[in-house]
């Protein structure tokens, strides 16, 4: 079981940036697709971006340009990028992992392994 631990949320306004990390405990990332999903109130858990084992990145059209995910498998850490917030932005952010996971890296119930989450809010 990885244990994962998201931070870098906070309050931004419109226009602004911030950097969540996800740090790992319990296993080495290396093998390890890992996810940013997000939750907005009354919404479902959205696909955010995601990144595989072999680097491969990937990214939902509402924050393609915007949004960038990153992986340092020698911290066990993954990022997320976040550029050009907007009010749209604000949601609650869960870091997610899935071992050797190689299709279906956008849907959330290919992951296994949840952060407790990371809120984001942007003001306009």
């Known amino acids: 079981q990885v244990r994962l631990v998201e931070s870098g949320g906070g309050l931004v306004q419109a226009g602004g940036s911030r950097r969540l990390s996800c740090v790992a405990s319990?296993?080495?990332?290396?093998?390890?697709?890992m996810g940013w999903f997000r939750q907005a109130p009354g919404k479902e858990r959205e696909f955010v971006a995601a990144v595989s084992a072999t680097g491969s990145t990937y990214s939902a059209d509402s924050v393609k340009g915007r949004f960038t995910i990153s992986r340092d498998n020698r911290e066990n850490t993954v990022y997320l990028q976040m550029n050009s917030l907007n009010p749209e932005d604000t949601a609650v952010y869960y870091c997610a992992a899935r071992y050797r996971l190689e299709r279906g890296l956008r849907e959330r119930r290919q992951y296994d392994n949840w952060g407790q989450g990371t809120q984001v809010t942007v003001s306009s």
């Open positions: 319990g296993r080495t990332l290396v093998t390890y697709t």
